[in-house]
């Protein structure tokens, strides 16, 4: 493990500017900078409709945010060629995500399929809508969303698999032993203060009483 103590990020050169940074790296091919598209095509769509998991990114009042939203394949649901419904499940009430939307709709998503390490990106705009009957379809174990997130695709396109194959992320033999670490309500009760371990584990109780929908 490295000495974080011997850090001084006040000490270390940085790169001047972004024509510094293309100036060390060859040309971009064109299958990288023709690939961007405006709406969704057929091969985005059938990655989003077998797509498990996605990550979120927003930026509001305190910075940039990142959140990952996962659910069986077809949970983001196609809408249009230009508009998606992301639903919004069960989870810590903070709202991070919805919280930056009222302030900046810009968004910026990652979509990953399960044995497959090429990765869908989607950059748009996005709103916080209650409309049931829109969210009814996104029903699970008879409970509909509350309210879900109308994303405007405005760019789409595919991201190699470099980054998926570096991490061996669905290589099973590249996953940890889980007891390395430290239990999620362990964790927090040395995080979160004032918190006992009691007390991490009667609020992870109630967290697992409220379900996954």
Not at 44 to 53: G, L, Q, V
């Amino acid at each position: 493990m490295a000495d974080e103590t011997a850090f001084d990020p006040d000490k270390i050169s940085y790169v001047a500017s972004f024509d510094d940074v293309r100036a060390r790296h060859p040309k971009p091919m064109t299958r990288a900078t023709g690939k961007v598209l405006p709406r969704l095509d057929k091969h985005c769509k059938a990655m989003i409709e077998r797509s498990t998991f996605c990550v979120i990114s927003t930026f509001g009042p305190h910075g940039a945010d990142v959140s990952p939203r996962g659910d069986p394949a077809g949970f983001v649901r196609i809408l249009s060629d230009s508009h998606l419904l992301l639903p919004d499940r069960i989870g810590n009430n903070r709202f991070d995500t919805m919280g930056n939307l009222f302030s900046n709709p810009a968004v910026g998503m990652l979509f990953l399929i399960p044995g497959m390490a090429e990765i869908l990106r989607v950059n748009g705009t996005a709103k916080v809508t209650d409309d049931e009957a829109l969210l009814a379809p996104s029903l699970v174990q008879g409970r509909a969303p509350k309210v879900g997130l109308v994303i405007t695709v405005r760019e789409a396109y595919l991201h190699c698999a470099k980054a998926v194959n570096r991490a061996g992320l669905w290589d099973a033999s590249k996953h940890i032993n889980r007891a390395e670490l430290a239990s999620y309500g362990d964790m927090l009760a040395d995080q979160v203060e004032g918190l006992t371990r009691e007390e991490s584990e009667r609020q992870g109780a109630e967290m697992a009483r409220r379900g996954m929908y």
